[in-house]
């Protein structure tokens, strides 16, 4: 996400707020984090009840690397399979529908975002309210007269729940977020734009240090 230079200057004086008693970066998800790998989340929806029902694959961080490498020297590169996991999605004991996506970093595909919906008519709008306060404690905010709940990252406290014209403002760092609006009821858990920068960053530096810039143009 683009945040405009004031805004980014404003959020940048927010780093020293109260830390929060529990942090989206360490909270789980059908006992998944952020950062996870594809064992993992596996693992921990066995354990959770849950029933993989579809595996969708990536390019892995090193196969994303080589094709950018022949793309910028001319050379064709192609891959017969996809060596990374690109998102697994699995149901519930109890209608609930979990979808996992992954960031391919040079350490394996890793947990970018959990998204777990849960239908109206398997559980009603007060239950589910009930079993977020308890797993995750109050929310930092409310909104939509108290059917869009969030919990924030330290660095965004302050900022919790805000908006601006191009979206929320806290989607920065990683963030926990619940919503009732719709019928169904569902828990989105994601690290945030932040890290999609940096590993934007490694995946560059990796690039570049195969295929070296130049100082020198031929002109």
Not at 87 to 113: K, L, N, W
């Amino acid at each position: 996400m683009h945040i405009p230079r004031i805004v980014a200057a404003a959020i940048a004086l927010l780093i020293a707020s109260p830390t929060l008693a529990a942090d989206p970066a360490t909270m789980e998800v059908a006992g998944i984090r952020l950062g996870a790998s594809a064992q993992q989340v596996k693992t921990a929806l066995g354990h959770a009840g849950y029933r993989i029902t579809e595996t969708h694959t990536d390019r892995s961080f090193e196969q994303h690397v080589a094709s950018e490498v022949a793309t910028r020297t001319g050379r064709d590169q192609a891959f017969p399979t996809d060596a990374g996991t690109g998102q697994i999605i699995a149901m519930g004991p109890h209608q609930e529908r979990a979808q996992v996506d992954f960031a391919q970093t040079a350490a394996g595909s890793s947990v970018s975002r959990i998204l777990v919906t849960i239908p109206g008519t398997a559980m009603t709008a007060a239950a589910f309210r009930e079993q977020l306060f308890a797993r995750y404690g109050k929310p930092d905010a409310v909104r939509e007269q108290g059917l869009t709940l969030s919990w924030c990252s330290p660095q965004a406290l302050r900022i919790c729940g805000l908006t601006y014209t191009a979206g929320d403002l806290d989607t920065v760092w990683p963030k926990l977020s619940a919503d009732l609006a719709y019928g169904d009821s569902t828990i989105t858990l994601a690290i945030g734009s932040e890290a999609d920068h940096r590993n934007a960053q490694a995946f560059e530096a990796e690039v570049v240090r195969r295929v070296p810039k130049t100082d020198r143009a031929a002109f």
